[in-house]
């Protein structure tokens, strides 16, 4: 024998997850107890159970009608507690964010200070190159004598 039940949260059934879309799947008696069991609010053509932590005045016994209140209660608390769920994933990543952005921040300043270093290198190197040096003078200059001015003079 099966039974029809709607599910209102995911649940597991037959190995399988299964999402609640609003439609009926069939389940044996045994599932159903294990899904009731479990916490997921199930319905179904005879049973309308909810979660153990669920204000008691909204729970359902088998054949009564269910509510408007009470579907609109059990919707405002499934999407608080997603909302919850949501704003903590959120917090996670922002605070994950934040520290990425001061890790590249360091590495960014350590990168314009190694940038710095090398450009006062290369403006030194640059000067030294520019100035004029007495090792790069070649010999045939350096051993040169100035004319002397008595020995132009008896030539001419």
Same mark, same amino acid.
């Given at each position: 024998?099966?039974?029809?039940?709607?599910?209102?949260?995911?649940?597991?059934?037959?190995?399988?997850? &299964?999402?609640?879309?609003? %439609?009926?799947?069939?389940?044996?008696?045994?599932?159903?107890?294990?899904?009731?069991?479990?916490?997921?609010? &199930?319905?179904?053509? !005879? &049973?309308?159970?909810?979660?153990?932590?669920?204000? %008691?005045?909204?729970?359902?016994?088998?054949?009564?009608?269910?509510?408007?209140?009470?579907?609109? /209660?059990?919707?405002?608390?499934?999407?608080?507690? !997603?909302?919850? &769920?949501?704003?903590?994933?959120?917090?996670?990543?922002?605070?994950? =964010?934040?520290?990425?952005?001061?890790?590249? =921040?360091? /590495?960014?300043?350590? =990168?314009?200070?190694?940038?710095?270093?090398?450009?006062?290198?290369?403006?030194?190197?640059? =000067? !030294?190159?520019?100035?004029?040096?007495?090792?790069?003078?070649?010999?045939?200059?350096? /051993?040169? %004598?100035?004319? !002397?001015?008595?020995?132009?003079?008896?030539?001419?």
């Amino acid at each position: 024998m099966k039974v029809d039940v709607i599910l209102l949260q995911p649940a597991k059934v037959d190995g399988k997850i &299964v999402m609640p879309d609003g %439609k009926p799947i069939s389940v044996t008696p045994d599932i159903r107890d294990q899904l009731i069991a479990s916490g997921v609010v &199930v319905m179904g053509d !005879q &049973v309308v159970i909810v979660a153990a932590d669920a204000p %008691k005045d909204i729970a359902v016994r088998a054949g009564d009608p269910i509510s408007d209140e009470a579907i609109n /209660t059990l919707l405002e608390k499934a999407l608080a507690e !997603q909302a919850e &769920v949501l704003n903590a994933l959120k917090a996670e990543e922002l605070a994950k =964010a934040a520290s990425d952005n001061k890790s590249l =921040a360091a /590495t960014l300043y350590e =990168a314009e200070n190694e940038a710095a270093a090398l450009r006062s290198k290369v403006t030194l190197l640059e =000067a !030294q190159l520019a100035a004029p040096n007495p090792q790069d003078t070649p010999p045939s200059e350096k /051993t040169a %004598k100035p004319p !002397q001015k008595g020995a132009a003079a008896k030539k001419g």
